[in-house]
């Protein structure tokens, strides 16, 4: 399988607290994750996108955005959550470089436009510039201007194999907080089996196993996430999901070890 470069994302109910309605960095996990991707071989690390968590998910459900936006209340609570995830972006941001490695915060809704709630345009021009220097540019998901809806959620599941795509990265590391993909939910169903691989052959045997999304992820959850990928790996995109709560799972998956669940075009 391919790996020699890697775009990783790393999970907001990870990094962040998503308990209560407070927005709560786990500075300690954060530090350990960066200090994992920097152990990555030189050069591997292309790219990172981080998930919003509490920055985002519960006050994205308060105010309703991510269905549009219509109120100026509504119009206030898009422009407060996205300083939110700025203020978040900074943190992870500061993280990494601490650990030695050249993060550059990167708002990609200051250049992005939705339709309909997918992502019509992500303009790439800085990216490809920040690539070509060898820095590492740090996405998140966040609100972003919609043109059927006014206001919609750019996630960091769509922009994280973007990313990928826009700096030729062959392969995609998800970090969550459940180790891949399983039959059933593995923490409600004792007897869940874990998926080592799954191809756009083997998904519709699995798919109606996975439940939905959780009541604070406005994202789409484990199926989301895999549905995705999929599309992305009829285009030759390998991607790997994995329980980065796990410590050490990071740096094994960077190395090409086989931990969680890999995504495959066959």
């Known amino acids: 399988m391919p790996k020699l470069q890697a775009v990783v994302k790393l999970g907001g109910s990870v990094i962040t607290d998503k308990r209560g309605d407070r927005p709560r960095i786990r500075r300690k996990a954060l530090a350990r994750l960066a200090e994992e991707l920097a ?9 990172v996108v981080h998930g919003a968590g ?9 105010s309703g955005i991510q269905k549009g936006v219509r109120t100026p209340a509504q119009r ?7 300083v ?12 990494l470089i601490a650990a030695g490695l050249p993060a550059v915060p990167h708002q990609a809704s200051a250049s ?5 709630r997918r992502l019509a345009h992500l303009d790439d021009t800085a990216l490809r ?7 590492i540019p740090v996405l998140y998901g966040v609100p972003a201007a919609d043109r059927a809806q006014g206001c919609s959620i750019l996630s960091g599941d769509v922009l994280a194999p973007a990313l990928a795509r826009i700096l030729g990265a062959d392969l995609l590391v998800l970090g969550t907080d459940v180790d891949g993909v399983f039959t059933a939910d593995p923490r409600l169903d ?4 874990p998926l080592c691989r799954i191809t756009p052959q083997t998904w519709p045997q699995v798919a109606d196993s996975l439940g939905p999304a959780t009541s604070k992820d406005v994202t789409g ?6 549905s995705a990928l999929l599309i992305h790996a009829q285009n030759g995109l390998h991607a790997r999901i994995i329980d980065i709560t796990r410590p050490g799972h990071l740096a094994q998956a960077l190395r090409g070890a086989n931990v969680g669940t890999l995504i495959a075009p066959e």
């Open 221 to 226: 959850g484990m199926r989301g996430k895999v």
């Open 39 to 47: 152990s990555a071989p030189r050069g591997r690390v292309v790219g």
């Open 129 to 135: 510039e920040l690539g070509a220097r060898h820095m």
């Open 112 to 116: 992005a436009v939705m339709d309909a």
């Open 84 to 95: 939110l995830q700025n203020e978040l972006n900074v943190v992870v941001c500061r993280a």
């Open 190 to 193: 004792p007897d869940a089996k």
């Open 54 to 62: 509490s920055f985002g998910h519960g006050p994205v459900l308060r």
């Open 76 to 82: 206030l609570a898009w422009a407060e959550i996205q």
